[in-house]
């Protein structure tokens, strides 16, 4: 299949997640804790359902593909394309009735990210990408993405999820950054990436990140102009420790700052 081809599908995907989902939102619906007594870390029915009728899209589809996903764990991980699904991205922000959570949809072939997608069915927003480009969607409208220059950290704007993902040293290092930085927002899970990549925020730091967390966003990002790492410099597929940056400038003095963690 050519890029073409994958952005149909996945379209198709957050279609149907869309629809699984919109009867949740806002609404009573069942809830648990995965994180038991160490914490709070929620899933519900609308994860669930929009999941297990994505799986079932794909399946039918591609039936040699293999499934990686946040609810439902992996299938076929070692085939040649492998889905990475997300159907909730910010389900503390979901619970609480706010719209800073997305379905991340994501395709690997042979283990690297090739095309990824943030659907937000609710505000209709849609960003995707395949690495080459990235393209924004709102009220039928279509339009390329880019990431926007930045001079340095001083003029940067830094998001992240919360800093409580973060351990002692992490958050010492990232202390280091938020310092250099000219303003810091909390609390935008997987829209901070796609901000970053519509060029309104510049610098995204993270850690304790999902293989699904992020995964879907790296062709979205790279495809906008970005770049997104681990906080080591390596690949950003499989989570963890996550710096994503819209200028290469921004991205290289973030990582100097965050070089000397331990443990």
């Known amino acids: 299949m050519t890029a073409v081809d994958f952005a149909a599908f996945v379209n198709e995907l957050a279609d149907i997640s869309g629809r699984a989902i919109a009867p949740f939102f806002r609404s009573t619906m069942l809830m648990e804790n995965k994180a038991g007594p160490r914490g709070f870390d929620p899933v519900t029915e609308a994860d669930r359902a929009a999941e297990a009728a994505m799986r079932a ?3 039918r589809t ?3 593909h293999g499934i990686e996903g946040e609810e439902y764990g ?3 991980s070692a085939a040649e394309y492998v889905w ?3 159907p909730i991205d910010g389900t503390a922000a979901f619970i609480s009735g706010l719209p800073l959570w997305g379905t991340l949809i994501g395709l690997k072939r042979n283990g690297r990210p090739v095309f990824g997608m943030m659907s937000q069915p609710f505000t209709g927003e849609r960003f995707w990408g395949d690495c080459g480009q990235s393209r924004y969607r709102r009220n039928g409208e279509t339009r390329v993405i880019r990431t926007r220059r930045c001079a340095s950290l001083a003029t940067a704007t830094l998001a992240s999820t919360s800093p409580h993902l973060f351990s002692e040293a992490e958050f010492a290092a990232f202390s280091r950054v938020q310092r250099a930085c000219r303003l810091t927002r909390y609390g935008a899970d997987c829209y901070a990436y796609c901000m970053l990549a519509a060029g309104h925020i510049d610098l995204v730091v993270e850690a304790g990140l999902k293989p699904c967390d992020i995964a879907p966003l790296i062709p979205v990002i790279q495809g906008a102009g970005g770049v997104v790492t ?4 390596g690949p950003a597929t499989d989570g963890g420790r ?4 819209g200028d290469p400038a921004v991205h290289a003095a973030a990582m100097e700052l965050l070089a000397a963690v331990d443990g």
């Open 57 to 59: 899209r794909i399946r």
């Open 84 to 86: 990475v699904l997300d």
């Open 62 to 64: 591609f039936p040699a």
């Open 74 to 76: 992996a299938e076929g």
């Open 242 to 245: 996550v710096v994503a940056a």
């Open 230 to 233: 681990t906080w080591s410099g």
